[in-house]
């Protein structure tokens, strides 16, 4: 097939997922065609060593790549994060026409920050199969609406609305997600499930090594990490509430930072919890020793509806190491875990039932640590690993090119 892809990020940005769909479409023999930006995230400026210009293009064997300018969002301010939502949009809208004109089918990796641009990007093309894979879904509790204008909110929830209720297929990344994107218009009989994966170029087993070591542990008691942001879905005010119920039992390190990061450190120091400490954000390279010198990895999310439809990339990451897991979330996050076999969870924002979790993670033997993290390991590769999430994607983008009266007779053949 020639097979379409439109994601807002791409690699060198920490994109893995269209990154490496793209790569391992190509790699089994399909011509992709991706459509994107110039690289700018986290900080929201241009990478060093690029500039953005018209007719940025690289290839290889099967893959090509189109970069389109798109406004630096700079200080991430809803108007900034806007604006350039919007320049992205009205680039895709110029360059996509005849970039991807002749595609089979069109894959978009459906984050927030695309969605105008998709919706123009349809109209231009006209009927080309589109397959959505949704990464987030708002609700009206969301507190970060694309911008503060209710014009424009109200905009991107119309186009939202009809891609959902155009899209061949919708795939979602979380069994509970299907709720609702059906709720905001897509057919039933459309929506599938598609875990997201890791990258399993850096998250995989790995053995201890003295440096991790040093950096995360003090003693042989319990050490339950934390990897990742610290903002406000995560919630770990409870975490830190739940560790200094425990004392000298068990050790909570979090590593990264965040929004939240000064709060959650206040609170730490108000509560006197000695046993919380903080380790500032590690390449991703170095995190597979990380957690394997940790005893659980802590998964946490708020009580909110729209998180109980997701699962954090940190679970597959988890997974992929072969690391046991403490889950402090609702829905699909704790499932996930528990059908595993794979660690323990607890119901969010509930700190006394997450201490009794941290109490019962520090009396499991070693041993079934272990165990716990091998079932990890085989759940995520057989739910979540990109050989399976590509797998999926593929037939979704093959099922949606078939014409409908080849796909009926497909049907009445099976």
Sequence with gaps: ????????????????????????????????????????????????????????????????????PRYARGDASPGARTAAWLSFAGSVAVAGRRYLRDVDALYVFQHPAVTFAAAGLLRLLGRVPTVLHVQDVWTGEEP??????????????????RLYREAAAVAVTAPSMRDLVVAAGAGPDRVRTVLNWTDERIFRPAEPGPAARRLIRRDDRCLVM?????????????????????????????????AQERRV???????????????????????????????????????????????????????????????STGGDTAELVERARAGLSCPPEDW??????????????????????????????????????????????????????KRANLAVGR
Excluded at 226 to 250: C, K, N, P, S, Y
Excluded at 286 to 299: E, G, I, R, S
């Design 265 to 327: 450190r206040g609170l730490a120091a108000d509560l006197g919890a000695d046993n919380v400490r903080f380790v500032e954000w590690r390449s991703p390279v170095d995190m597979p020793q990380l957690y394997a010198t940790a005893d659980y990895q802590l998964v946490m999310q708020r009580d909110v509806p729209e998180l109980r439809g997701t699962v954090p990339g940190k679970l597959q990451a988890a997974f992929s190491c072969a690391a046991p897991v403490v889950a």
């Design 144 to 161: 970060s609406r694309p911008g503060e204008n209710r014009r424009w909110s109200d905009r991107f929830d119309t186009s939202l609305r």
């Design 226 to 258: 934390h990897a990742g942001t610290i903002g406000v879905r995560q919630g770990l005010e409870t975490a830190v509430r739940a560790a200094a119920a425990l004392g000298d039992r068990m050790d909570l390190v979090l590593v990264g930072s965040g």
């Design 1 to 68: 097939m020639k097979i379409g892809i439109l994601s807002y990020h791409f690699p060198p940005e920490p994109a893995f997922i269209p990154g490496s769909l793209a790569e391992e479409l190509a790699a089994r023999g399909h011509e992709v065609r991706v459509l994107t930006g110039f690289p700018d995230y986290p900080g929201g400026h241009v990478y060093p060593g690029w500039r953005q210009r018209w007719r940025h293009q690289t290839h290889s064997e099967r893959l090509t790549v189109r970069r389109v």
């Design 352 to 405: 006394a039932a997450l201490a009794d979790r941290f109490w019962l993670a520090a009396a499991i033997p070693r041993a079934a640590r272990v165990e716990m993290g091998r079932r990890g390991r085989d759940a995520y590769l057989r739910e979540m690993s990109l050989r399976a999430g590509v797998d999926r994607i593929e037939g979704l983008l093959r099922e949606a090119s078939t014409p409908m009266a």
